[in-house]
């Protein structure tokens, strides 16, 4: 029997259920069973993932019903992907909690809403459902607001509260696109709309298409839609602005192309988005670069090169869907997929990395940033792989994008944008060189042996990016395999409504 | 200088407003081109769901057969947002230490209430019978709960009703659901199976009928009380912490 994709998405809600109730009845053992749960649900997408690339994508039946009338998902090579990133994302953080606090009690419900937002992102990379993903989405909006807002920050629940009226609108905008797909198709499974949707009037599937992209858009930070991220992830703190920037939009952004590709069918319907999207993609990596050097706080800097980030991986898309089910096409998603890895693994390291300079200059300002020449170490080993300097992940990244670009206008961008961000990350390198912070004798509470720590897994993220810099060749021909399977909308049909009469 | 700011006021107010009308008028033109579409045929629901699910009411057979996946992720979005609630408001909002209404209304509401309290107990476990089900019953509780707060004051009602029966209610109802749904997955139909399960159908129209839906309908409906009601309190806010 093969592994059902659904308890990929169950063992992260069980766990937030089960883990509410540890915490109100034995609170000191809800670190360790939440990670312990981590663990599992990251070997369960371990083996999903293995199985997928193996036999082939599974298809998960809700409730044993047709897709025509049930809920399916499908785990496919893409989208087991996401699921394994996002795994890995949910426990690294875990790690990185219990690195510097211990296991004994952790205050906060961090532990119910990082399991709830792990278990919205894995449902939004493997649901084959439309109407489903709009309940996932939700799910992640209110875990979301869990994570950034906390009761002894009053900013937090200022970010919170703008948040939650950019994502109603965001909510309302996919709803009316999800009724109206409904109304149009009869049907809200992907698999069904991609078949029916070439019936639609072209001014219908505009509006369908503009609902789905400004909807999405505004979740993973489109300009001019993304002003909340600056705001929240300043007020998440580094752990969980980690878990929204690095894992969250990265699932925002998996389930745009999803929806673009299956059920709106957009390569053979409206082809000429395409390169809408990747100017607009451009657009973003200019604003959000250009925002970034004028930024005098941290975490809202990397808040908008995590928009310009979103720029790169949209550009990828864009050049991928021109060039169709092409070598060329693949690579360019491929090439996509990878910057999103090496911006997951950069844009953690930098957070929490962050969280010990902050810690010690008691400030989030750029100008009084404190760090041990470890932290440095790390930050400069991070942020060489955020710019894109050889041999880092980031400059086979940029440079697998740039080539997939037949036209200079995209390369000339990329460049400037890796231009102005090397100029900030210079800018605040050169304030930590400044201001070493002499690596304290240990305290008798045991406050630096934590501090020390907590750079255990930045350090190792940071290592990450050089791995992956140098097993790019190893990479890319999986990352390709899960280009083919986002693009190729013919074989998930044929997966979704295949097995069943 | 204020005429000038009155004017561009005035500007960014008409705007606006030509921007709202045009949106709303595009919703709605794109709406009708959508509802203009050749119906497609019926999927089966109100043919089948009788004999699929065994719960003679359609509404409840898609909520909690066909579609019960979403009702377990519609769920679990209240229950985060209560935890983000009572996360966030750490100190009270409203409080209403002691009973404000007359000793008349007191009296009246306290014989009532049990006659009150039938309501959303029918709704609740005649939800694959009749129009209702677990989240409009469990709403219905959560009234009640509401209720009392606000005419008994909130002491004696958290007397009658401690909260952490609320949290505790909320927290294993949630379990429940999810382990309810893991019983598909060990008899290798899916997940949230019901009738497929071999669990028994009962016959259709009777109390006891729809095999896992009446179940089903009864955790949403604890979960669903459980979880409004402790969100009013929350936003209500407990006097003894007070500053």
């Known amino acids: ?501 | 200088m204020n005429q000038s700011y009155d004017t561009s006021k005035k500007i960014r107010h008409l705007l606006a407003g030509i921007f709202t009308l045009s949106l709303g008028a595009s919703l709605i033109w794109l709406i009708l081109e959508a509802t203009g579409m050749p119906l497609t045929p019926d999927l089966g629901y109100v043919m089948n769901s009788v004999g699929d699910t065994g719960s003679i009411n359609v509404v409840t057979a898609i909520l909690m057969d066909y579609r019960g996946f979403d009702t377990l992720g519609e769920a679990s979005v209240i229950f985060t947002s209560v935890a983000v609630t009572a996360a966030i408001l750490a100190e009270p909002v409203f409080t209403l230490e002691r009973p404000i209404l007359s000793i008349i209304t007191r009296r009246a509401i306290a014989y009532l209430v049990p006659v009150f309290f039938m309501f959303p107990l029918y709704v609740i476990t005649h939800g694959h019978l009749s129009p209702g089900g677990g989240f409009q019953g469990g709403v219905s509780l959560a009234v009640l709960v509401i209720l009392t707060h606000v005419v008994f004051g909130h002491n004696l009602a958290m007397k009658k009703i401690p909260f952490s029966l609320l949290t505790m209610g909320e927290y294993w109802a949630a379990l429940s659901f999810g382990i309810l749904g893991l019983l598909g997955i060990f008899t290798g139909v899916g997940f949230l199976a019901n009738l497929a399960t071999g669990v028994p159908r009962g016959i259709p129209g009777q109390l006891l009928s729809g095999g896992l839906i009446p179940v089903l309908n009864l955790i949403v409906g604890i979960k669903v009380a459980a979880g409004l009601s402790s969100l009013y309190i929350t936003l209500e806010g407990n006097p003894r912490r007070k500053k």
């Open chain 1, 1 to 501: 029997m093969r592994l059902d994709p659904v308890l990929l998405v169950v063992t992260p809600l069980i766990s937030a259920f089960l883990l509410s109730l540890v915490k109100k009845l034995t609170p000191r053992l809800a670190p360790s069973l939440a990670l312990g749960l981590s663990v599992f649900t990251l070997v369960l997408s371990t083996l999903l993932a293995k199985e997928v690339y193996i036999n082939g994508p599974v298809a998960s039946y809700l409730g044993g019903w047709n897709p025509r009338i049930g809920i399916s998902l499908l785990a496919d090579q893409a989208s087991v992907l996401l699921v394994l990133l996002v795994s890995w994302g949910q426990t690294l953080g875990l790690v990185f909690i219990a690195s510097y606090r211990g296991f004994t009690h952790w205050p906060g419900k961090y532990l119910v809403f990082s399991s709830i937002f792990t278990c919205s992102l894995i449902g939004m990379a493997l649901t084959a459902d439309l109407f489903n993903l709009f309940v996932f989405i939700e799910l992640s909006t209110v875990a979301t607001i869990g994570i950034m807002a906390k009761p002894d920050r009053p900013l937090g629940s200022v970010a919170g509260f703008v948040y939650l009226i950019v994502a109603s609108v965001s909510g309302s905008l996919l709803l009316i696109g999800v009724v109206l797909v409904y109304s149009a198709t009869g049907s809200l499974s992907m698999a069904v709309i991609a078949q029916e949707i070439h019936a639609l009037p072209p001014g219908l599937y505009w509006g369908i298409l503009l609902c789905f992209t400004l909807s999405l858009g505004m979740k993973f930070g489109l300009v001019p839609m993304h002003f909340w991220q600056p705001w929240a992830y300043h007020a998440a703190g580094c752990t969980g602005a980690a878990l929204l920037t690095a894992f969250g939009m990265k699932a925002y952004l998996f389930a745009f192309f999803r929806v673009l590709w299956v059920p709106l069918q957009l390569p053979s319907m409206a082809p000429v988005f395409f390169p809408v999207l990747t100017l607009w993609g451009l657009a973003n990596i200019i604003l959000g670069h250009t925002m970034g050097l004028i930024q005098k706080d941290y975490k809202k800097l990397l808040a908008l090169s995590s928009t310009a980030h979103g720029g790169y991986i949209l550009v990828a898309a864009g050049l991928a869907g021109s060039m169709g089910t092409t070598t060329a096409g693949l690579f360019a998603l491929a090439a996509g997929f990878f910057h999103m890895l090496n911006h997951s693994l950069v844009k953690a390291s930098l957070l929490w990395v962050g969280r010990s300079f902050l810690k010690q200059a008691s400030s989030s300002t750029i100008d009084v940033l404190k760090a041990s020449p470890l932290g440095t170490g790390i930050f400069v080993l991070a942020a060489l792989g955020i710019v894109g300097i050889p041999p880092t992940g980031g400059f086979a990244s940029k440079l697998f994008i740039a080539s997939s670009a037949g036209t200079p206008a995209p390369v000339i961008i990329i460049g400037l944008g890796t231009l102005i961000s090397l100029a900030y990350y210079l800018r605040i390198y050169l304030i930590l060189r400044d201001q070493t912070s002499t690596p304290s004798i240990v305290k008798s509470n045991g406050t630096s042996v934590r501090e020390l720590n907590s750079l255990f897994v930045p350090g190792i993220l940071a290592m990450g990016v050089l791995f992956i810099g140098f097993s790019s060749s190893i990479i890319m021909p999986v990352l390709l395999n899960g280009a083919g399977a986002m693009m190729d909308s013919g074989t998930y049909i044929l997966h979704v409504l295949g097995d069943l009469p």
